[in-house]
């Protein structure tokens, strides 16, 4: 945007700077012309004076005749020493009087003839005449060295064509520091905005704009307005809908355990009456709804704008990783995974009900995809942070602690060019065996952004047979 309206500002302000530029060196050739013109003018008016300046012939043949300078060719003359002369000659042309190095010229007429010649660097206007004089049929030249239009072109450079490209070059640059001064406020609003999260839908102040930007802003604030109304709205939806089926589903579930109980009951005792299979796999699906309904809550919950509403906390997450663990034992112990502690007091800043959201998801992923008589650890720590170039460029502690929450399994891992979509929303990794919604990782990932942070996923070992498992880190 910048660059946009910078080049088309600066071409607008300079196009007219250059077209001045071009109408001022068009009018300064017309005004060399008129120049040009009148001393032409005033040697057509001198040429019959200088004719009269002859008295007589020369004493003997070919010499100089008697010349006595009318007033005006004579202060003409003086008044351009070195610049202006005359020459006489005789009918055939041959040097009489005046300047000898003013070229002989022989006029096919009686009318005045005008052309121009170079001597020792300037350009004369010369004005040359046959006439009748005292001493018979002469030819008349007078020379003008300050002829406007000849000395136009030698100048032109020096007195027209640079003055212009300084004035076209310091304009320039004007106009560029007064285009950046004045885009300022519209650059640091671009700015503003793209530094933005797109969950953040607040107004735009408008009295910190220019005032032909503020209508700008205010249609802006309009749309986030919209668009913020819209988004609250589908959330509260979503928190609506998942909370509406949660007491239906956990007395229908409720009623499945009871039915799947009785089935076992009784089929142990040989009198089947019920189809357990048929209510195990109600019972399958029933658990799978109820826990998509929980999902959404959360995934609800999880949305940024809800979390900001409320004040950071100092978590202790061993304490959140131990409160954590009895939750998933008995899954873990059906399926005969070893489900460990790994965990050393260390806190952080954040929403607890967040993280323990977050955490809860890691482990259920974990132990659901983990095949029998594997293995999921959970960890929290704190490990030495990346280098912060920032931190060296004024002198400080370049590296700083990071504390983290890990859940690390010995399943099937995720491949690396699957990990962007597996925090997507409603995704399976293809080849995906056990139940699941594919909302885990996406409420995880979610609670992550909230935290400014994000989900490191990897193998969580490099064996002779190659990569295995999955480790989920999250970086407080």
């Not at 300084?166 to 671009?190: D, Q, Y």
Request: hydrophobic share 45%; charged share 20%.
């Amino acid at each position: 945007m910048k660059s946009g309206l910078q080049r088309r500002l600066l071409l607008l302000l300079l196009l007219p700077v250059g077209i001045f530029a071009l109408v001022s060196i068009y009018f300064d050739y017309q005004t060399a012309g008129n120049v040009a013109l009148q001393k032409d003018q005033q040697l057509r008016r001198l040429i019959p004076l200088l004719a009269d300046s002859v008295l007589a012939p020369g004493a003997a043949g070919g010499s100089a005749p008697v010349l006595l300078l009318a007033p005006e060719v004579d202060l003409f003359i003086k008044n351009r020493v070195g610049s202006a002369g005359f020459r006489i000659s005789d009918s055939a042309g041959g040097f009489l009087a005046g300047e000898a190095w003013i070229a002989g010229v022989i006029p096919a007429t009686y009318e005045p003839e005008f052309h121009s010649m170079e001597d020792n660097g300037i350009t004369y206007r010369i004005a040359a005449q046959r006439v009748e004089t005292a001493a018979g049929e002469l030819i008349v030249q007078l020379a003008d060295g300050s002829d406007a239009r000849q000395q136009w072109v030698r100048s032109v450079w020096f007195k027209v064509l640079l003055p212009n490209l300084i004035l076209v070059v310091v304009a320039g640059f004007a106009v560029n520091w007064a285009v950046t001064r004045a885009l300022r406020p519209l650059i640091e609003l671009k700015d503003a905005v793209e530094r933005r999260s797109p969950r953040d839908l607040s107004a735009i102040d408008p009295l910190t704009t220019p005032a032909e930007v503020q209508p700008l802003v205010s249609a802006l604030n309009r749309l986030f307005g919209l668009v913020n109304d819209q988004a609250e709205g589908q959330r509260r939806f979503v928190a609506d809908a998942a909370h509406q089926l949660r007491t239906p589903l956990a007395g229908l579930q409720a009623q499945v355990e009871a039915w799947a109980q009785a089935a076992r009951a009784k089929g142990e005792d040989g009198a089947i009456t019920l189809p357990a299979d048929k209510i195990i796999k109600l019972r399958t699906a029933t658990r799978r709804t109820s826990q998509l309904a929980n999902q959404l809550l959360a995934l609800s919950r999880a949305d940024a704008s809800t979390a900001a509403a409320q004040p950071l906390q100092r978590i202790d997450l061993k304490d959140l990783c131990e409160s954590i663990l009895p939750l998933h034992l008995d899954a873990a112990t059906h399926k005969g995974i070893d489900l460990g502690l790994e965990a050393r007091p260390v806190q952080a800043s954040g929403y607890e009900w967040l993280l323990r959201e977050l955490l809860s998801n890691l482990v259920d992923n974990a132990v659901k995809y983990t095949p029998p008589g594997g293995t999921v650890t959970i960890r929290c720590g704190l490990v030495a942070g990346q280098a912060n170039p920032q931190r060296e460029a004024v002198g400080a502690d370049a590296r700083r602690a990071e504390v983290f929450l890990e859940v690390e399994d010995d399943g099937p891992g995720i491949a690396p060019q699957e990990r962007a979509k597996a925090v997507q929303r409603f995704y399976r990794v293809l080849g995906t065996v056990g139940e699941g919604n594919g909302l885990g990782l996406a409420i995880a990932d979610e609670i992550a952004r909230v935290h400014h942070s994000h989900l490191e996923l990897d193998y969580a070992s490099h064996g002779p047979e190659g990569p295995r498992g999955l480790r989920v880190r999250l970086a407080l």
